[in-house]
Each structure stands twice: as C-alpha cells, then as structure tokens.
C-alpha cells in the first residue's frame, strides 16, 4: 500500500479511488484527531485482493456501504460476505423520491455562493432533512463499541460520505474551514475516475491537460458548498451536536464519537 502526500491522508488502493483518512486535523482545544480511526472512501466493489489484505492490515473492524440498493446489486462491496470484518449497509439516501426539495431560498448563507454550490447545497440539507433516521443509524453504528477503526463508503467519497465525515469531524471540534478543505479534497482523488467515464463522461473536448482538478472541485465538491451545509446545520438545527440528539443519537454515543477521535 502507498500513502501519497506529507499528511499521508490519501490511500492509493487499487481498485478504488478517494479514500482517505480524517486523522491529523487540530481541533479547538488544540487537540489532534487520530489517525487510522475513521477512513473514507468511494465504492469498494473492485478492490483488489492485494487492497482487501491492506484494509485489513490497518485494523479495519467495519465497513459501512452508504449506497442505495440499485447501487449495491450492481456493484457489491468486496467484504459483503467477508468473515474477517463487520459489513454493514446503510443506504443513506434511500430508493424512493424525495418528498420535493429542502427549501433553503430564505437561507442567508446563501449569499456568496457560486451557482454549483447552491446546487449541492439543497441536495445536501435535503438529505439532512430527509434522511434523518439514516443517518442516526449510520452514526449509532460508527459509535458501537469495537466499531472502529471503521472505514464508510458511497459511490464517489464526495456526497454522502462528505456528510458523514462533516458530522464525525465537526463533533470533534475540528473547524468549519478545515471540514470544508477536507470535503474538497475529493476533487483531486476523482479526477481519474471521472476521466475513465467510471460515473458520468467527460464532456466534449475535455482532457487532463484542459480540465483541471480545481475545476472539477468547483464544479462537483466546492468548499463554499460544506460551509453552507455547516451553516444550514447550525441555522436550523443549532449545530452538529443538536442535530445528533435530534435524530436519535444519545449523548454517550455523541462523546464516544468524538473521543473515539481525538488523541
């Protein structure tokens, strides 16, 4: 396995692509969060044998796959069936329509930001509003004792799972400009994946040499985007903590969460 950049926050695992670790982040208090705790990542249906052994070499205890059920049949999780770790499935979003869109036109936050913001910025509160019993059990399965370390999954690393890593770092107290730098990240990540045409195919002319990865990070995982999700949160919700409790996550649970990840 191959670690890439200073942080060693990215793991190159072939047959994969955006995953990467929420270790390494100050918090308010000055603290640092652990490393090899909780990772993130896009699907894991094509990775290699060689890639499974390191997972498991790293003392992965769990694996959740965030997909829906289309996305699962189509292409299922390498550690589905797996005797060697926890595998469970929380399909974050559901398989029916959401009932219309979060409306969020009133939100000032929204002020500032570009067109493609706004755009994930409805998809995600959606989700928020929409989702909630989903995501409880996604966090209550994080917080199980011998959970972790434990690695989450969608099908790019970005959406769903960006969610996920928001709350968990958020909760630890790591700042909202470093939980936004960290969503988009997977913009340098998903690069390959979307010049393969894995999800959607590049448009007509575009090439690596004229589409770069800040590009596609506005596009696709803008900062400005998880700024405003953070911000919707605190609005509406009075923060990550309260929205917790609202969904059904306990306070122990909460603690556990964020002392799980702190050194």
């Not at 059990?137 to 970005?158: E, F, M, N, R």
């Not at 040499?209 to 009075?238: I, V």
Request: aromatic share 10%; net charge negative; proline share 3%.
């Amino acid at each position: 396995m191959e670690y890439e950049n200073s942080l060693d926050r990215y793991l190159k695992l072939e047959g994969s692509y955006n995953v990467r670790d929420l270790g390494g982040y100050e918090t308010s208090d000055g603290r640092i969060t652990k490393w090899r705790t909780f990772l993130r990542s896009g699907s894991m249906h094509n990775l290699t044998e060689e890639s499974q052994s390191s997972i498991l070499q790293l003392g992965i205890r769990t694996v959740i796959d965030l997909r829906t059920s289309a996305e699962k049949t189509a292409l299922p999780n390498v550690f589905k069936d797996s005797s060697k770790i926890s595998f469970k499935e929380h399909n974050i979003i559901g398989d029916v329509p959401f009932d219309g869109y979060s409306n969020i036109s009133a939100v000032d936050i929204l002020e500032g930001g570009g067109e493609f913001a706004k755009g994930i910025l409805q998809m995600y509160c959606t989700f928020l509003d929409q989702c909630q019993d989903q995501f409880r059990d996604s966090l209550v399965t994080l917080s199980d004792s011998g959970s972790v370390p434990a690695i989450y999954h969608c099908a790019g690393g970005k959406d769903r799972t960006g969610i996920i890593s928001a709350m968990l770092l958020g909760n630890a107290g790591v700042s909202y400009d470093t939980i936004a730098k960290d969503y988009s990240l997977s913009a340098k990540y998903l690069m390959e994946r979307y010049f393969e045409g894995v999800v959607q195919s590049p448009r007509p002319g575009e090439t690596p040499e004229n589409y770069t990865w800040k590009e596609y990070e506005e596009e696709f995982c803008p900062p400005e985007a998880m700024l405003m999700t953070l911000s919707y949160l605190d609005d509406k919700y009075g923060g990550i903590q309260s929205y917790m409790k609202l969904i059904g996550v306990d306070e122990v649970r909460i603690n556990h969460l964020r002392d799980c990840l702190i050194e």
